[in-house]
């Protein structure tokens, strides 16, 4: 509040000179203004910018609030109009057919929303999730679908909720190259909808889908396998490659995994495992590539056979101290049979070479 010399507020002429200069009329306020002291003096042109400054700030702050008005216009969501629960689930069903598949969801939400006792909000739910997933909003598809089994999990159309949620999932997988989360998920979605309800329509769909998701999983650790054996680390690599040996065997990359285990197995210096490879390879894939290639790579490397000891030859032992006297350590008579396997080695058959006839290790 502006005072006068005296302490009080300003005249009425003072006030009305401000007016008059906030309206524009600069010269009529001059004149006023004249008769008061120079510290109590605001000129037209001060208020003129005063005025401006305050127009200013108030469009400043004006902003924001129309941005938020836009962007709840831009999200699109129904105002609510009151409507008859049959006026509402017709419209939505004439939106899903003219394949408008965002509004027919929106509408269908509508129907829970405003009669959410109705016998038709329960069917809304469902055909909510399924217009969603049409529009390719898998998020909200599954939302939709989750809330549905939360709500009527015994319903007859619970198996095609729990179709939902899986389908929405597996349209989200990525490339090997991405993380898996959404893989992992859809393979849990899958697998649920298979164990509750195997006898099912949607039942035989999750098994076929099942595989492609395996076979996903798979590339993502032959992926990385690759990755570490172009850095050097054999031992992680071995890792990676003996998971899709052990977890997704029936997967389109067990072949090269097993010819990838023989080459890091090599390069560990255990070629005894790499001959093990190599052989189930040559057992199951014999007419890959990647058993051709297993194959070149243990004949370069052959392991060499222990010859058996004669009876009675003695056996010097190393690394140990002996009796006293001694030189070295006696053996029990041989039983003559030096011929089989060693305890705990496969069974499968020696990898047979390209286009040969009969079976033989590799490199004979």
């Not at 890792?239 to 197995?265: N, S």
């Not at 010859?307 to 140990?320: D, Q, R, S």
């Not at 020696?350 to 033989?360: L, M, Q």
Request: glycine fraction near 10%; include cysteine; proline fraction near 7%.
């Amino acid at each position: 509040m502006i005072l006068d010399n005296n302490g009080v507020t300003p005249t009425r002429d003072y006030c009305r000179a401000i007016r008059l200069a906030g309206r524009g009329k600069s010269d009529p306020a001059k004149r006023i203004v004249r008769g008061y002291p120079l510290t109590l003096r605001i000129t037209p042109m001060r208020i003129t910018q005063s005025r401006a400054l305050a127009v200013t700030l108030i469009a400043a702050l004006a902003l924001p609030i129309a941005g938020c008005a836009g962007g709840r216009a831009a999200k699109g969501d129904l105002p609510y109009v009151a409507r008859d629960v049959g006026t509402l689930y017709s419209t939505a069903k004439q939106r899903l057919d003219q394949a408008r598949y965002k509004e027919a969801a929106q509408l269908f939400d509508e129907v829970e929303r405003q009669h959410p006792y109705s016998i038709w909000a329960r069917r809304a739910q469902i055909m909510s999730a399924f217009s969603y997933y049409l529009a390719k909003d898998y998020t909200a598809s599954i939302s939709s679908a989750q809330r549905f089994l939360a709500v009527h999990p015994g319903n007859r159309d619970a198996p095609y909720a729990y179709y939902l949620i899986a389908l929405g999932y597996y349209e989200q997988i990525t490339d090997v190259t991405r993380d898996q989360k959404i893989t992992r998920q859809a393979l849990d979605s899958l697998g649920e909808l298979m164990r509750r309800y195997p006898n099912t329509r949607y039942a035989s769909d999750a098994r076929l889908k099942i595989d492609l998701v395996n076979d996903h999983l798979a590339g993502k650790e032959m992926e990385i396998g690759r990755f570490y054996e172009t850095r050097g680390q054999w031992l992680a690599a071995n890792g990676r490659f003996r998971t899709v040996i052990d977890k997704f065997q029936q997967t389109t990359h067990t072949p090269e995994a097993l010819m990838r285990l023989t080459e890091t197995y090599l390069q560990l210096g255990v070629p005894i495992e790499a001959e093990k490879a190599a052989a189930v390879l040559g057992r199951n894939y014999p007419g890959t590539d990647w058993y051709d290639h297993a194959y070149k790579l243990m004949r370069d490397h052959p392991v060499k056979p222990i010859a058996p000891l004669a009876p009675g030859e003695p056996v010097v032992a190393t690394g140990t101290a002996g009796t006293p006297g001694t030189g070295a350590l006696e053996l029990p008579k041989a039983n003559g049979n030096t011929g089989g396997t060693g305890a705990g080695s496969i069974s499968s058959p020696a990898p047979v070479g390209p286009g040969s006839a009969t079976r033989t290790g590799p490199g004979s």
